[in-house]
C-alpha cells in the first residue's frame, strides 16, 4: 500500500447505510426471538394425562437448546458490527486530524525565516554551463 485515500463524506455514507443494516437486523433478531418462542410453544407435548401446565415436547426442548447454543454468536454479531463501526470512525477521524497536523506543519515551516542555506541558494545565479 502507497498510501491512503480516505473521503470522510463516503466513510459516513457507507456507515449510514451499515447502520440501517444493522438497525433491520436488530428487528429480525427480535423477530427471530418472538418466532422461536411460538415455534416451542406451538411444537407439541409429551402426551399423557398431566395436571397443570402441559410438559414441554422433545421438539420444544430441542428448538429451547438450538436458541441457547446460538445466543452467543447472534451477541458476536451485534457486537463486532459495533466495533467494526466504532473503529472506522476512529480511523476515519485520525486519517482527518492527521491531514490537519500535516497541513500546519507544513504551514508552520513555510512561515519561517528562509535558513542561511535557503538564502545563499536564492543569492547565487544558476550556473547552467557548469560541467561543459
Not at 428487528?27 to 426471538?33: E, I, M, P, R, W
Not at 519561517?112 to 560541467?131: C, F, I, S, Y
Amino acid at each position: 500500500m502507497t498510501g491512503w485515500d480516505i473521503t470522510p463524506s463516503g466513510v459516513e455514507s457507507i456507515l449510514s447505510l451499515v447502520g440501517l443494516a444493522a438497525d433491520d437486523l436488530g428487528k429480525d433478531v427480535k423477530g427471530y426471538g418472538t418466532s422461536v418462542q411460538e415455534a416451542a410453544l406451538s411444537a407439541g407435548t409429551i402426551s399423557g394425562p398431566y395436571c397443570g401446565t402441559a410438559p414441554e415436547g422433545p421438539v420444544s426442548a430441542a428448538v429451547a437448546n438450538f436458541v441457547s447454543n446460538n445466543e452467543g454468536q447472534i451477541t458476536f454479531i451485534a457486537a463486532r458490527i459495533k466495533k467494526t463501526m466504532d473503529g472506522t470512525v476512529k480511523a476515519t477521524t485520525e486519517y482527518v486530524e492527521g491531514d490537519l497536523a500535516m497541513a500546519a506543519r507544513a504551514q508552520r515551516e513555510a512561515s519561517k525565516a528562509p535558513t542561511p542555506a535557503e538564502l545563499h541558494a536564492v543569492e547565487q545565479p544558476a550556473d547552467h554551463n557548469r560541467g561543459k
